[in-house]
């Protein structure tokens, strides 16, 4: 189904993943998971599974939000409020190193399996656990989605434009850098297991993920007392470093530290050689503090030629710029295709279309898309046949008793 990125099983080959997660912070961990190799099942909730199946963009009722973050995993879909489908699930669990879910914390004890259930059935058991304010503390119980943590986190407190209202990031870092830590943690407990033959909790937070992605801002209110704020694209003690405004579309610059000349030569190509020695302009730490006198003058020189004519005058001294590219532009950027960042998928109802690979490059097991998404309860019987044994006249009992599902009903979407 996919152009093929590796010929070997990838670096996480062997390792078995239960994901009863959903929507994107868990989605997006087995993701990574499973573009290394990993075999991922999904085990979603009937009638109709994974709530992104719902979330557009929407062709002929497939959402592409959904193929993009579950490609090459296999799903079962099991009713978990009935009992055979809890026998189920716990036999099913056994088969595997991993269980990922970002329910509420207290949803799958509620069910009779949580950690503390699942680990004694099964002690070698990585339970990875992802929600929005973690499994302890006073806020446990919140519910949260991305926003709401970004604006908990303080990462909308410094996004925008300065003296103007918060702007949410181009991206869901609430839920991403969830999944990425998530991913981690997973990875960290499967080699400690390795050692004790044990396995463990892993119990991700949103809202600690948000603190720890804020980078220096944390020290910078510390040591400075002053509450970091937004700044826009620029950086708050590196001048220039921002995006400034060009005769057809924007230059993204950002002088280095401790490179000598460049401030001098950035002058130089801008035709603005009086602003080399000007005091307050001499030094990083003068122009950070000068900011707001600098800035229109840069911008008033930089919007007299091309992106790509102050790209050539620029390169040519190593100074660190680049174009500001809309996401039609990186698509068509050689370097990520030299870097198969965008591998061709088949759906039988989407098409054909480029998805975004693994960006982890190994250089001998190397991962990669293995597949499409898969529809909900695709692989039900063939799960229950291959690891559990079941045999087709008890697994269609099942199905018409609707604790296994082999797909979800028609729904109408608004």
């Known amino acids: 189904m996919t152009t093929p990125t590796t010929a070997t099983g990838g670096p996480l080959a062997g390792l078995r993943v239960l994901d009863l997660s959903w929507v994107l912070a868990g989605p997006f961990a087995t993701m990574t998971l499973c573009d290394l190799g990993a075999e991922v099942v999904k085990c979603e909730r009937p009638p109709f599974g994974d709530v992104a199946r719902t979330t ?6 497939e959402s592409g939000y959904f193929f993009s973050i579950n490609r090459g995993k296999r799903s079962i879909a099991l009713d978990l409020k009935q009992d055979e489908g809890k026998a189920l699930f716990l036999r099913l669990v056994r088969e595997f190193d991993v269980v990922v879910e970002n329910f509420t914390p207290g949803t799958m004890d509620s069910l009779g399996l949580g950690y503390e259930a699942l680990s004694r059935e099964h002690p070698r058991l990585i339970y990875a656990a992802i929600s929005g304010y973690g499994q302890t503390g006073p806020l446990r119980e919140k519910p949260a989605l991305d926003v709401v943590v970004q604006g908990a986190g303080g ?8 003296g103007g209202p918060p702007i949410r990031p181009g991206t869901s870092l609430g839920d991403i850098a969830a999944g990425l830590y998530a991913a981690v943690g ?34 910078r209110y510390l040591l400075t007392g002053e509450p970091p704020q937004p700044m826009g694209t620029r950086h708050p ?14 230059l993204v610059l950002a002088l280095a530290w401790g490179v000598p000349n460049q401030w001098a030569l950035l002058c130089s190509e801008l035709q603005r050689v009086d602003l080399i020695d000007d005091p307050r302009f001499a030094t990083a730490a003068a122009r950070s503090e000068h900011h707001p006198e600098l800035e229109p003058l840069l911008n008033e020189a930089f919007r007299t030629n091309t992106t790509a004519y102050w790209l050539s005058r620029l390169e040519q001294y190593s100074i ?31 098409g054909t279309l480029p998805l975004v690979n693994t960006p982890v490059k190994l250089s001998r097991t190397p991962g ?9 309860g695709a692989d039900s019987r063939d799960v229950l046949r291959s690891e559990l044994g079941l045999d087709e006249a008890h697994i269609e009992d099942l199905i018409a008793r609707q604790v296994v599902w082999v797909e979800r009903p028609e729904i109408e979407l608004g």
């Open 186 to 219: 997973i990875l960290s407990a499967v080699i400690e297991r390795d050692r004790s033959g044990r396995g463990q909790l892993v119990d991700i937070s949103m809202l600690d993920c948000q603190v720890s992605i804020l980078e220096n801002a944390f020290l």
């Open 237 to 250: 003690w590196a001048v220039p470093f921002q995006a400034f405004p060009t005769q057809d579309g924007w």
């Open 320 to 350: 660190p710029c680049g174009p500001l590219n809309s996401i039609p532009e990186v698509m068509k950027m050689p370097q990520l295709a030299a870097r198969e960042m965008f591998v061709p998928v088949a759906h039988h109802t989407l």
């Open 368 to 376: 990669g898309i293995s597949g499409t998404s898969p529809d909900m």
């Open 155 to 162: 990462i909308l407190s410094i996004t925008g434009e300065p």
């Open 56 to 61: 557009g963009p929407l062709i002929n009722g």
